[in-house]
């Protein structure tokens, strides 16, 4: 199983970015999908998820308005969309696939957010 993110970078505040996270070795459709967040020293923290069939999901409270996710279970890939962005955006941002007790990780995308 892999799970490979992509689209990380250093924009500017206020700008957008779009993460995407490709899997391989698993039957996507069956797994929810969330992205995480981490920065040195801090807890990991949950960003968004989205169940296996898409429709209902759910946000942190400090990306609310600002970041989507979304899936395409035919091209296997979770997106973040990532609007209006902040300094204390910066961090590592990675995916995670979760089906009954299976739990994968991806290996994680840098994001930072400077003038």
């Known amino acids: 199983v892999q799970l490979v993110e992509s689209g990380g970078g250093l924009v500017q505040p206020g700008g957008s970015l779009r993460l995407s996270c490709v899997a391989s070795?698993?039957?996507?459709?069956?797994?929810?999908m969330s992205w995480y967040r981490q920065t040195p020293g801090e807890t990991r923290e949950r960003v968004a998820v989205?169940?296996?069939?898409?429709?209902?999901?759910n946000y942190a409270d400090s990306v609310k308005g600002r970041f989507t996710i979304s899936r395409d279970n035919a091209k296997k890939t979770v997106y973040l969309q990532m609007n209006s962005l902040k300094p204390e955006d910066t961090a590592v941002y990675s995916c995670?696939?979760?089906?009954?007790?299976?739990?994968?990780w991806g290996q994680g995308s840098q994001v930072n957010i400077s003038a």
């Open positions: 989205i169940p296996s069939a898409g429709g209902s999901t």
């Open positions: 070795g698993l039957t996507f459709s069956r797994y929810t």
């Open positions: 995670k696939a979760t089906y009954s007790l299976l739990t994968y």
